[in-house]
């Protein structure tokens, strides 16, 4: 069975533009979480969907952006990219909110470089 | 506020020597802990959970935890380690948010494992 898959696996933008991007959870999986990994540190929260529904959002500013599909799919906008937006996003999905298990399962992520 | 420290970023071990990841918790409340490890390039892999069950737990490749609340810990151990162990191991804790959970992360530690 496939696991999270996210697209692009590498990205380069420059500052200002504007990236998206996407992430397909395990089949069955209802609820999509989208996380931050700068270079050298642990993964922070971004957002967490559920059911289409934002049920979760960490410290991002605004310009940080997402939404989920009817086929749970799930993308990561981001404006006015910034040089601290270089990082790799991780998606991770669950079959639920996993409010029992907390258990996530995280793709291999898309690795952003702004320059 | 809930959080996860970390307390080596790095550790060093021969093959074949036990392993020690240390990992200390903040909670006003029972907590459900977790241990994520993370190859290069590769995606987080949950190794173990706790959530209130048995304060011994056991997880994949040999490794366990044990949830220690007169310590607030929740270190981990294996008790012979491989080169396939040379990995960054996360230490986490679940916070329940408005309608879902995050998860929070250690900053890692760097696991090499030499000849």
């Known amino acids: 069975d496939a696991g999270v898959t996210q697209s692009p696996t590498h990205l380069i933008k420059t500052r200002g533009q504007q990236v998206t991007l996407r992430c397909s959870p395990i089949s069955g999986h209802k609820s999509v979480s989208w996380y931050q990994q700068v270079l050298g540190q642990g993964p922070q929260f971004i957002f967490q969907y559920y059911e289409k529904e934002e049920r979760g959002r960490g410290n991002f500013p605004d310009r940080f952006s997402a939404r989920q599909f009817p086929n749970y799919s799930s993308e990561l906008n981001v404006n006015a990219l910034l040089l601290g937006d270089s990082a790799l996003y991780l998606c991770a999905s669950s079959v639920g909110l996993a409010l029992n298990t907390g258990e996530l399962f995280f793709g291999e992520g898309s690795r952003l470089t702004v320059l | 506020a809930q959080s996860v420290t970390q307390l080596d970023s790095h550790v060093s071990v021969s093959e074949g020597t036990p392993v020690l990841l240390r990992c200390n918790y903040s909670?006003?409340?029972?907590?459900?802990l977790f241990w994520y490890v993370q190859h290069p390039n590769k995606g987080l892999q949950l190794l173990l959970k706790?959530?209130?069950?048995?304060?011994l737990v056991k997880g994949i490749n040999g490794f366990e935890a044990e949830f220690k609340k007169s310590e607030t810990s929740f270190h981990l151990t294996k008790p012979s380690a491989h080169m396939s162990d040379a990995a960054e191991y996360f230490c986490v804790v679940r916070i329940l948010t408005g309608g879902g959970n995050k998860l929070t992360f250690g900053t890692g530690t760097q696991l090499k494992v030499e000849l």
């Open positions: 909670s006003s409340y029972s907590p459900s």
């Open positions: 706790y959530t209130s069950a048995a304060t």
